[in-house]
């Protein structure tokens, strides 16, 4: 399988009164077609900006300083989103490109009903199908409806057909935004709605939520952590994505429904055959969900390899020392030696050097490269690749 997304050299810098905040730093990623990859780190290292960037969403003041995110859009190869304008942007979030939020409490919209926000996005990404089912709607009263009660309903359908084909044949059509304008021809749309609101009890049902028809019709506050995260999983997953981003969807909830959410998204992934990007501080999480995983430190891509060779043959040194400080039966913790680096004041070289017990006098002066020392494991550090080095990733 092809590389769904390339992340090459990124670099984001906040531009503050206090200083530059050095964010990202020339991380690379790869993710497969149909992949979860797990993005693994401390709180502020840099995981969720990474997402982030790929949705270029980063938040003023930040910028993207350099680099490339390449993802595959169509079959013709890789496209740099970086390149493409606000607007083809705004079509490929929650169309091609989805993200789960960290906390749904702040990413539900309070005065809106889950079923209004959930429809939102079907209305904007999914307009051909609405159009289509819209049709099959009328065609099917048409059957079923005899009489003058059919023959006075004609003309009203006559014209909404004339205005869902065209919807469906360009769903960019300015058609639909000249009738919303009109208050009397408004109430023609009222059939995409109608079918919008099933597709989003559709959406419900399909990520296990009981009683999707009573949910719908609920506002955020009235429902609980795991059905909230359930329901940004539904909105998020409503159009299909080829690729979802999942930034640490359980870290609120409890161990049971932490369970059933990543037992969700592995079902949901391989029903639409999408790829996963992961985001968690929580290593056993990885372990369970993910194919690959990535440790992050401060900005900067330490290591990348197999869910079973970090695990199992953990290179850098500090996915040593986040291994080590797992609790284990039997075996006492062991903290990490000093303080995260400072990401104004950045030190220079490997961010890592001054809590790192193995560092070398090149560790001080020069940022490692991500190196490929065995087959599919890449890191990046000077004391690992000592002067043999290996294949760039």
């Not at 910028?63 to 083809?88: A, H, K, M, V, Y």
């Not at 009203?156 to 360009?170: G, H, P, T």
């Not at 709605?193 to 959406?203: H, Q």
């Not at 992961?278 to 194919?291: G, P, Q, S």
Request: overall charge negative; hydrophobic content about 40%.
């Amino acid at each position: 399988m092809g590389k769904v997304l390339s992340i090459r050299d990124l670099t984001v810098r906040f531009y503050t009164y206090e200083g530059i905040v050095h964010a990202l730093e020339n991380v690379n990623i790869d993710i497969d077609e149909q992949e979860t990859f797990g993005l693994v780190g401390e709180t502020g290292c840099g995981k969720t900006l990474t997402a982030l960037s790929i949705l270029r969403l980063i938040p003023p003041p930040g910028r993207i300083e350099s680099g490339s995110i390449l993802f595959r859009l169509d079959n013709n190869g890789l496209t740099d989103l970086l390149t493409l304008t606000e607007d083809d942007m705004q079509d490929i979030r929650g169309r091609t490109i989805s993200m789960v939020f960290q906390e749904p409490s702040a990413a539900l919209n309070p005065v809106f009903t889950i079923g209004d926000q959930i429809a939102e996005v079907i209305l904007l990404h999914q307009k051909h199908k609405l159009a289509e089912k819209a049709l099959k709607t009328i065609e099917e009263l048409k059957l079923t409806r005899q009489g003058i009660r059919a023959q006075l309903a004609n003309p009203i359908w006559s014209v909404e057909q004339l205005l869902f084909r065209r919807l469906q044949n360009n769903p960019d059509s300015i058609w639909p935004r000249i009738v919303r304008r009109i208050p009397i021809a408004r109430r023609l749309l009222w059939r995409l709605r109608d079918e919008a609101d099933r597709m989003a009890i559709a959406s419900l049902k399909e990520v296990e939520i009981p009683d999707a028809d009573r949910v719908v019709q609920q506002y955020p506050h009235q429902l609980s952590g795991g059905m909230k995260q359930r329901a940004m999983i539904a909105a998020a997953l409503a159009c299909s994505p080829k690729f979802l981003i999942a930034d640490e969807p359980t870290t609120s909830l409890d161990v049971t429904i932490q369970a059933q959410i990543m037992e969700l998204i592995r079902r949901l992934k391989a029903e639409w055959q999408s790829s996963v990007l992961y985001i968690t501080h929580d290593l056993a999480v990885a372990a369970e969900l993910c194919d690959r995983v990535g440790v992050m430190y401060a900005g900067t891509l330490c290591e990348v390899a197999s869910v079973d060779d970090i695990f199992s043959n953990p290179l850098h040194p500090y996915t040593r020392a986040l291994m080590a400080a797992v609790p284990r039966p039997g075996k006492k913790p062991e903290g990490i030696s000093g303080f995260i680096a400072d990401p104004i004041n950045p030190p220079p070289g490997c961010r890592f050097h001054p809590r790192c017990h193995s560092s070398i006098e090149i560790c001080t002066k020069e940022l490692p490269e991500m190196q490929e020392l065995a087959p599919g494991h890449f890191v990046a550090c000077h004391n690992c690749l000592g002067e043999e080095g290996g294949s760039s990733s």
